[in-house]
Nanobody, 131 residues
Framework: QVQLVESGGGLVQAGGSLRLSCAASGRTFVGYLMGWFRQAPGKEREFVAAIRWSNHNTYYADSAKRRFTISGDNNKKTVFLQMNGLKPEDTAVYYC????????????????????????WGKGILVTVSS
């Protein structure tokens, strides 16, 4: 069993920054893919960024490139999402997810919303960006 707890959300003005954290506990995470997804009101859950624990390869949605950075602390089993240059359209509930299956990244994205074939999700945390 895997537990994921997000923190660091809140209200920020456009152009500001936030750092989300996801603390993981439970089973070992070697080889896991850890990711951030988000869901805005009335929209499907979408991918934001992901990192693979084994080699720290990272993946980003086009909307996140050059503004967001995902990183991980293996010892603390924590994944971070540094978000800079936030825009009102970044407003959403952000979810942390863990995929232990070692599937190639393309397969994860190809599975599509709502859960991309991923079994472990946090409860989500709200990020609101005011204009």
């Amino acid at each position: 069993q895997v537990q994921l707890v997000e923190s660091g959300g809140g209200l920020v003005q456009a152009g500001g920054s936030l750092r989300l954290s996801c603390a993981a506990s439970g089973r070992t995470f070697v080889g896991y893919l850890m990711g951030w997804f988000r869901q805005a009101p009335g929209k499907e859950r979408e991918f934001v960024a992901a990192i693979r624990w084994s080699n720290h390869n990272t993946y980003y949605a086009d909307s996140a490139k050059r503004r967001f950075t995902i990183s991980g602390d293996n010892n603390k089993k924590t994944v971070f999402l540094q978000m800079n240059g936030l825009k009102p359209e970044d407003t959403a509930v952000y979810y942390c997810a863990a995929d232990p299956s070692a599937r190639p990244w393309g397969q994860v994205i190809g599975q599509g919303p709502p859960n991309y074939g991923i079994n472990y999700w946090g409860k989500g945390i709200l990020v609101t960006v005011s204009s």
